[in-house]
């Protein structure tokens, strides 16, 4: 059993910061690349960005330049710092990962994903 928990949502003002932060736990051997998600009312969910387990990082256009994905290989978490906070990036946001779990011998592989964290930019 995996579980990711997100947090650090919450209201912010246009202009402003929020930092996301997710923790995978459970019985994980591995995490591979993981990222962040997000989903607006009526949207479909689309990506944000993503980090390898070596740290190479990908972008959404919208976000590039504003939001710096990182990770804690150690601590098995990954955080999103969003700056220059635009209503349009209001959404529940999301954090997966790729995992690697083995219980015993037994190995699986599979994508987790949280219960998502609600991020509204509004003034």
């Known amino acids: 059993q995996v579980q990711l928990v997100e947090s650090g949502g919450g209201l912010v003002q246009p202009g402003g910061s929020l930092r996301l932060s997710c923790a995978a736990s459970g019985s994980i051997f591995s995490i591979g690349a993981m990222g962040w998600y997000r989903q607006a009312p009526g949207k479909q969910r689309e990506l944000v960005a993503t980090i390898t387990s070596g740290g190479s990082t990908n972008y959404a256009d919208s976000v590039k330049g504003r939001f710096t994905i990182s990770r804690d290989n150690a601590k098995n978490t990954v955080s999103l710092q969003m700056n220059s906070l635009k209503p349009e990036d209001t959404a529940v946001y999301y954090c997966?990962?790729?995992?690697?779990?083995?219980?015993?011998?037994?190995?699986?592989?599979?994508?987790?994903w949280g219960q998502g964290t609600q991020v509204t930019v509004s003034s």
């Open positions: 997966n990962a790729d995992i690697v779990s083995r219980t015993g011998t037994i190995w699986e592989k599979f994508t987790s």
